[in-house]
């Protein structure tokens, strides 16, 4: 099958290797020149296990190829896979502008029969945008399908979930469409899920915003534990073994972050409350989350009480581990808050330090990067977990704890045993746990 994949970013260049390797014949285009450069030397703009090896061997099979000639990529190709950004407004609403853009870009190069598959995460009802769209702008009378195929890629581990889905969801609205996306996926049969285009729209905002409530509620049970001897990490395990609840998800800490929960969340509530939905579970989630910096910033301040002139230690700046990802990651608001107290900051991350100078630059004064966690506790009157990286699970505290002026220790992802750290001297506090 030919297939353009429109926009090389975190779910167009794994979406683009992995039908490579599927076997299919891919163009990956994006405008971007640079990135472009830098993917054809086989290796991705952003750090994801397992990528750059097998970008790499499907470049040298020629199965796979990358160009920022938009017109060549959508007329050598049948089926056009768009993962282009939709990133979040003011309003909470989606910027639907780069969809836009790429729906007119098709239509004006319809050489022939398209599908078009919606591969980004779009508010239910994009498809007939798209419709609209290419049916205003379209220069040839070549007929054409929109299908939606939401992508439930994690990223650090795009690729395996790729290559094992849980599912497939297909929502389509015509038989050749339907064929075609079955085609695609014809490794994955037994997984396939075949709906309307609204039902697959849906699936993929509802996961997420499921998800994102699982966190955002098992936070507020931490919240709970706090003010009782509860665990929390022993009330999600109870909860956990029930496999209706199921145990996923139920991590207590700083909240979730990254370039899909958040915006998610807020996208379903507002579209939901646009067509007429009382939408107040999902607002709900989304400030719970957002009070999960306040609950964190205010374990730091209860610990040293001033902030200003104090050395902070900061473990871990990825909205998660095993990526290098900052987008919406909690720690950008936790070292703002830091900043703003008067904190001097010593900022460790395996792989995304340099994505955080963007937006916090080296002043060798009040923001300081280093590049070994130890380094981080070095001169610290406090150190914070806000990433749950293994190395930061790994070390040695009593190292940790000669290195530091006062042995304080605030777990932001509950990484530690409380009792073993404390036992080292440290005075320790982590989330919902006594
Ligand atoms: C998420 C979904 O899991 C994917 O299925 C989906 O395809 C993707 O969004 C997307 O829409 O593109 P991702 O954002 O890569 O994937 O990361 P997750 O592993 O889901 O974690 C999201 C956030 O939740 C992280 O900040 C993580 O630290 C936090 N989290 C996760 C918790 O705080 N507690 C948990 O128990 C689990």
Excluded at 45 to 61: I, R
Excluded at 94 to 118: F, H, P, W
Aim: hydrophobic content about 45%; glycine content about 8%.
């Amino acid at each position: 099958m030919k297939i353009a994949v429109v926009g090389t970013g975190y779910v167009g260049l794994v979406t683009a290797t992995c039908l490579a390797e599927l076997g299919h014949a891919v163009i990956g285009l994006d405008k971007d020149r640079s990135k472009i450069v830098t993917i054809r030397s086989g290796r991705a703009p952003f750090y994801e296990p397992g990528l750059d090896d097998l970008l790499a061997a499907n470049l040298k099979k020629g199965t796979l190829r990358f160009t920022d000639d938009e017109a060549e990529a959508i007329r050598a190709s049948e089926v056009i896979f768009v993962c282009v950004g939709t990133p979040p407004q003011e309003d909470g609403s989606a910027d639907m502008s780069q969809i836009e853009e790429v729906a007119r870009t098709i239509a004006a190069n319809l050489n022939g029969y398209k599908l078009v598959v919606e591969k980004s995460t779009v508010p239910v009802k994009t498809s007939a945008w798209i419709k609209k769209v290419m049916t205003a702008f379209k220069k040839s009378e070549h007929p054409f399908d929109v299908a939606s195929n939401p992508e439930f890629l994690r990223e650090g581990s795009g690729v395996e979930d790729f290559m094992n889905p849980d599912r497939v969801m297909i929502g389509v609205e015509t038989e050749r469409a339907r064929d075609l996306l079955v085609r695609i996926y014809e490794r994955f049969r037994d997984r396939v899920v075949i709906s309307n285009i609204d039902t697959a729209e849906l699936v993929k905002h509802a996961s997420n915003s499921f998800l994102a409530m699982k966190i955002s509620f098992i936070n507020r049970i931490a919240d709970l534990c706090e003010r009782t001897d509860a665990d929390v990490e022993m009330v999600a395990r109870g909860m956990g073994l029930d496999d209706r609840i199921g145990k996923a998800f139920l991590k207590a800490g700083l909240g979730y972050g990254g370039s899909c929960f958040p915006k998610d969340v807020k996208a379903l509530a507002k579209i939901g409350s646009e067509l007429g939905v009382d939408m107040a579970l999902f607002r709900m989630v989304d400030a719970i989350n957002e009070d999960r910096i306040r609950v964190f910033v205010e374990k730091v301040r209860k610990a040293v009480w001033i902030l200003k002139g104090k050395t902070v230690g900061v473990l871990g700046l990825a909205f998660k581990p095993e990526t290098d990802d900052i987008r919406e990651a909690p720690s950008i608001k936790v070292i703002d808050d830091l900043l703003k107290q008067g904190a001097r900051l010593r900022l460790y991350d395996p792989k995304a330090a340099d994505n955080m100078k963007g937006l916090f630059p080296e002043d060798g004064r009040a923001v300081t990067y280093v590049s070994d966690p130890y380094e981080a506790a070095r001169g610290a009157h406090i150190l914070l977990v806000v990433t749950e990286w293994d190395e930061i699970r790994r070390l040695d505290l009593a190292k940790v704890k000669a290195l530091m002026v006062n042995p304080v220790l605030i777990d932001g992802r509950n990484v530690f045993d409380p009792a073993a750290v404390r036992a080292l001297g440290f005075e320790y506090a982590s989330i919902g746990r006594a």
